[in-house]
């Protein structure tokens, strides 16, 4: 079944392209691919016939293979969508698809302070980039590093989405198709083995397809899986400063003076596996089952010592934590796709998630003279099972109109206890406390949607798409928390060809953003040391409203041959109710807590060139280029300026990169990109700054025989160490922070075999 964000046009078309049926007598074999091109023209023809022969023998399924023209495919759908295959995949061997993506235009990977790594579309993330696998939302505490690069078919970047997928995508959605072909394909394995400041970490990882035999009812299959085990260290320096000003002086007076090293070893540990099984059960009837599971084991090591140069330390100057956790997770879906009369096409799919983390911490905080002051055990385990159903009904009931019409339903529900200990040294006095809360989300959609092909140059697509969410989180005597959303989704999207080669795109949506679930919950979270305004407890607020947002989009595309194209794109987008941070003193301590606070308005560019160079000139080497320009602005309209921007925006990012054949069996890239400085202001007191990012990648491949090829790659070359600042500046006291954290480059070896 194909992805439910392929345009229903192009979802219709493929299907009589790919598969015709001709009735015959006697078994056909396979058609040989210089004939493919006659076959496509009579496809329609003999498709509609096999539907009106009764009496005959069942038609036999034909496939019809040709090269895939991924320049061809964007140009011919009418949506906002680009995909990229497997060869933009495993170009550099990435064991990890946060690297994918950051090669990819317009995308770029962030790390939040305790947040992890940020996937972002013009320059946000935090919940305005959506995220899905197989076309449906990742469940709550997924990880997108969690699915091996050598699982997924390709990957779809879509700046609008259909009226088929959520509307919680007011940046644009990221959707990761996992491998579903289920036709007979050569067998693979791969092991790669790769080097990051001292440490080794490795990866095997396998796939096989096949048809079985006759005796087994037309059914085949698809086995994929891999095996990971990665170590890194991260090693980071921070200063931080207090400084105030009392009565009215002008000039600030130091208080606080610290430089603090940080430590941190990380360790993952991940086996993957991924199947699929196809049964064609009759020319009209498919049914497949896909399934994805994961096994992993996470840990963290971290070590941190406090040099105070000015004035008192912490509380705890020399401190050292570990985590580790253990995490389950599994996907199954059962589909099933039936042919009607006219090419008609009714799909349905039934799928249930499962998710098991246990999680354990311990941290030990120490004075300057190394005596043990603290001892602090959690001990916190979730588990959350998600079942949905959903179904798509597609006629093309002209010949200018492809309608179709679906629902989506699902219903999830979480569980989570916390268990704290802590242990005061050298007295022995003991503190324990215990959580368990209960969250549920319910989640119903119906759209509908109309391609609309009003002439030879003009086409249209229409969707609007109803979405209710009801969540709902509690704790016996604590608080029981209900939340309720809907939004009405209105789509517009529409593109006009000037000729073959050119043509405009418009693009009118409605989108939104929820709250975290975590961050409806009002429960506070204590920092284990140095509370500051820059490092600040945590607690969750109930009464959070939905961003909303309205969205147009113009582009303009020309494509110079199927594998060279130049884009041009702006959009714009006005949200209300935007998420920010509040900080407030709550006794001693500082609080963080989340609020909605006016409007927000959203601006950028994009501009995209892929060429060949050999195509512009026959004296130009064969290289192709592909170059990349994003440059973003937002305005918060409650927050005074300037740099008064959404999320951490990143500004402008650039990138450029190219490919080349340098021998019949020889093929090297590499990969640049840029990110400017940004300067931001998140309220009234509370602003930052980061310095420029640069990366260098490269790769080269040598395919050594039809069967084996080996690649060699090489990520952040550069490997540029990150700096931040932060300052937190009231009239009377100033707290400064600055980070720099190192980094390193990865050396990667990637072996891979086929039969």
Known sequence: MLNQQTSTRLDHLSDQRKLVQIPVSKPITMVKTNIAFSILILSSCTYAQSQEVVGQTAPVRVEVTAKVQPNRDRQDD???????????IKKYGDTNISEVLKRLPGISISESKGKGLEIRMRGLGNGYTQILLNGQATPVGFSIDSVAPDLIESIEVMRVAGADVSAQSIAGTINIVLKKKSSQQPTEIKSAISQENGEL?????????DQLPSQ?????????????????????QQSEAYAIRPNGLENWQLQTDRLLQQSQKNRRDVASFSPRLNWKMDAQNNVNWQASINLSRLGQNKYENENSLLSESTEFPNNSSVWNAHVFSSRQDVGWERRLANSAKLSMNLGWNRFDRSGRFQFWGKNQDGALRVHRYVAGDADETEARFHGKYLAPYSASHVFSVGWEMSHALRHENREEQERAMPSGISDHTAHDYQANVRKLAAYLQDEWTINNAWSSYLGLRMENIRSGSKEQGAFDVQNSSSLLSPILQSVVKLDKQRQWRMALNRSFKLPVVANLVPRLLRIDNNNTPLNPDTQGNPNLRPERSWGLELAYEHYLSDSSVISASAYWRRVDDVITEHLSLNGNSWLSTFINHGQARLMGLEIETKLNLKQLSARLPAVEMHANLNRNWSKLEQVPGPDNRLAQQTGLLISIGGDYQFHPEIRLGADYSFQAADNLRESVYLNGHSQPKRLLDFYIAWQLSPEHQLRFSGTNLLHQNRVDTTNYTSSSARWSEQSQQQSATTWRLVWGSKW
């Open 216 to 236: 087994f009812a037309n059914l085949s299959f698809v086995l994929a899986g891999t095996l990971e085990s990665s170590r890194n260290e991260i090693n980071q």
């Open 201 to 209: 970490s490795g990866n095997v990882s396998w796939s096989m397809a």
């Open 78 to 88: 009418i949506g906002m969508r680009v995909v990229y295959g497997s060869d933009d």
